[in-house]
């Protein structure tokens, strides 16, 4: 990520944030119902464009169910077949491989 902390692990602080953020909005006289919501929806417009990034490199990454179901059934059509070597990158002359025992497959 390329030293940004993933969104998950920042939910936690920014929600009580938000509602500290509401709560000092509202004004102390005579209610009023525009300047919370103003507030609130700056608020969060503010936070979502800083928070917005563009793709990562997991973004083109094959998905590992649909990989491991590929395997499967290339263990399944050929019984003599002991392991699967199959590609866990985003292109497979990089290298990147995992070797799966078709004896877990089956």
Do not use: S, Y
């Given at each position: 990520?390329?030293?940004a902390p993933e969104g998950r692990y920042l939910v936690l602080i920014t929600?009580?944030?938000i509602a500290a953020a509401v709560a000092l909005a509202v004004p102390a006289g005579p209610p009023s119902r525009s300047v919370p919501f103003v507030a609130l929806a700056t608020l969060v417009a503010v936070v979502g464009i800083a928070n917005l990034r563009p793709g990562g490199y997991t973004d083109g990454l094959p998905r590992w169910d649909?990989?491991?179901a590929e395997a499967r059934t290339q263990?399944?059509?050929?019984?003599?077949l002991r392991r699967v070597t199959v590609h866990t990158a985003q292109w497979p002359m990089l290298g990147w491989e995992a070797v799966l025992?078709?004896?877990r497959l089956r």
């Open positions: 990520m390329h030293g929600l009580p944030n649909t990989t491991v263990c399944q059509a050929e019984p003599h025992p078709c004896d």
